[in-house]
C-alpha cells in the first residue's frame, strides 16, 4: 500500500504543471521553480539561527511567502488566468528592504568574500541560489514568457540577500573580508 503523500504519479520522469500540463522533470521550467524551492530553503536555515536580527526576520519571512507565490507563477503557464503572480508591488517591498538595510552599512570599497557570521554566511548562499534560480528564469524566457515582475523580483532578491548577509555581519560584529588579488 502506498502512503497518501505519494501520488507515483512521477515516476515515468514527469511532473504536472497548475492546470494539468505534464513536462519531463528536467525541464526549464522545473529547474527554476526547484531553484526558487531550494532558495526558500536556504532563507529556511537562515530563519533557524536564534542571532538573527529581528527586522531581519521578519523580511526574510515575507520573502519565503512570496518565494511560494514565485514558485507558483513560474509553475503555471503565463497564459492561465488564474493563478496569483508576483506583482510589482512585490518588486518595490524588497526594495524598499535593500533600501532600509543599505542605509546602516557602511559603503563598499573593495569586493567581499562571502562568510563572517553562521547567519550572514547563510545568507551569501541564499544569494548564490537566487542568482541560479534567476539564470534559470533567464533561460525559461527564451522559449516560454515569464512574468518580468518576477524576473525583476528575483534580481532585487539577490541584491537584498547581499545586504541582509553584511547586515548579519555588522550585527554579530563580524567584520568582512576583502578580497586580496591573488591572494
Not at 519565503?64 to 506583482?87: C, K, N, V, Y
Not at 510589482?88 to 557602511?106: C, H, I, K, N, T
Request: glycine share 8%; hydrophobic share 45%; with cysteine.
Amino acid at each position: 500500500m502506498r502512503p497518501s503523500l505519494s501520488t507515483a504519479t512521477g515516476d515515468d520522469g514527469t511532473t504536472g504543471l497548475y492546470g494539468g500540463t505534464r513536462i519531463a522533470k528536467d525541464d526549464v521550467r522545473i529547474h527554476a521553480y526547484g531553484t526558487v524551492d531550494e532558495l526558500n530553503a536556504c532563507i529556511g536555515m537562515v530563519l533557524a539561527e536564534p542571532a538573527l536580527p529581528v527586522r531581519l526576520r521578519g523580511q526574510l519571512t515575507q520573502a519565503q511567502s512570496l518565494l511560494f507565490t514565485l514558485g507558483a507563477d513560474l509553475a503555471t503557464p503565463e497564459d492561465h488566468p488564474h493563478m496569483l503572480r508576483i506583482t510589482a508591488l512585490d518588486v518595490s517591498r524588497v526594495e524598499a528592504w535593500g533600501v532600509m538595510l543599505e542605509q546602516d552599512l557602511p559603503r563598499l570599497r573593495h569586493f567581499i568574500l562571502p562568510g563572517g557570521s553562521r547567519a550572514g554566511a547563510c545568507l551569501h548562499l541564499a544569494r548564490t541560489v537566487c542568482r541560479r534560480a534567476e539564470r534559470y528564469m533567464v533561460a525559461l524566457d527564451t522559449c516560454q514568457p515569464v512574468n518580468a515582475h518576477a524576473m525583476i523580483f528575483m534580481n532585487r532578491l539577490s541584491d537584498y540577500l547581499f545586504l541582509a548577509a553584511r547586515a548579519c555581519n555588522a550585527a554579530e560584529g563580524v567584520e568582512e573580508t576583502e578580497w586580496v588579488s591573488g591572494a
